[in-house]
């Protein structure tokens, strides 16, 4: 089952800030939060991830609260190609790296 | 950096035949995943290979579904014999090393398989 739960969709206008968000109460203490998104008919593209801080990229930005119990991704100039799914998961480490996915949210990016 | 390759992208079959997709990793990754997509779902770990062993099988209907890394390097993963309910995607990922705490996975474009 998965760890974590996201608002099934999600709109956009074009050039402003999208944010992701994602609750994930039952995280362990060493589980990363990792965020894929996946546009229509390819596989899943890496953004970003992180533990405990604030991380940013080129892609994107994560913001974990202090509880770790939620994360919000942001897109900070959301355009069409940004149109996708994303997901929130849990990377479980250890033996097996595992990664466990749920539905998703559906971001529209409005023109 | 060539990313994870797949092929075929598509495949058509009838229920009972059997069907394969072949995996190409990210040159230097030594761990391989296999999972499958239903529509409107997550992707599923099928399969983890860390270089030729088996890490994780643990949800692989083992009864018809098989997968292999023989050199550590290219996999595949064959159906046999194809049911109804396993029309998915089937997407190929790939790590540089699961020893790695924040292992990043990499997936291919995926094999989209449809059973009539």
């Known amino acids: 089952d998965a760890k974590t739960t996201q608002p099934p969709s999600m709109d956009c206008a074009e050039g402003r800030a999208a944010n992701l968000p994602c609750n994930h109460s039952?995280?362990?203490?060493?589980?990363?939060v990792y965020w894929y998104r996946q546009i229509h008919s390819q596989g899943p593209q890496y953004i970003i991830h992180g533990l405990k801080n604030n991380e940013t990229n080129e892609m994107a930005s994560l913001i974990i609260t202090e509880d770790r119990k939620s994360s919000t991704l942001i897109l900070p100039h959301a355009t069409l190609r940004d149109t996708a799914v994303y997901y929130c998961t849990l990377n479980y480490g250890g033996a097996t790296n595992k990664l466990i996915f749920g539905t998703g949210t559906l971001l529209a990016v409005q023109p | 950096e060539a990313g994870v390759a797949q092929s075929p992208r598509y495949k058509i079959i009838e229920k009972r035949q059997s069907v394969a997709f072949w995996c190409n990793p990210i040159s230097g990754h030594a761990t391989l995943y296999w999972y499958q997509q239903i529509l409107g779902q997550g992707p599923k770990l099928l399969i983890q290979?860390?270089?030729?062993?088996?890490?994780?099988d643990s949800q692989l209907p083992k009864d018809r579904f098989s997968a292999e890394r023989l050199k550590g390097v290219d996999s595949t993963l064959k159906i046999q014999p194809a049911k109804l309910e396993d029309s998915a995607v089937y997407l190929c990922?790939?790590?540089?090393?699961?020893?790695?705490?924040?292992?990043?996975?990499?997936f291919g474009p995926g094999t989209r398989l449809t059973v009539l």
């Open positions: 990922a790939s790590s540089f090393d699961v020893e790695v705490r924040t292992d990043t996975q990499y």
């Open positions: 290979f860390q270089n030729n062993g088996v890490v994780d």
């Open positions: 039952t995280i362990s203490g060493n589980e990363y």
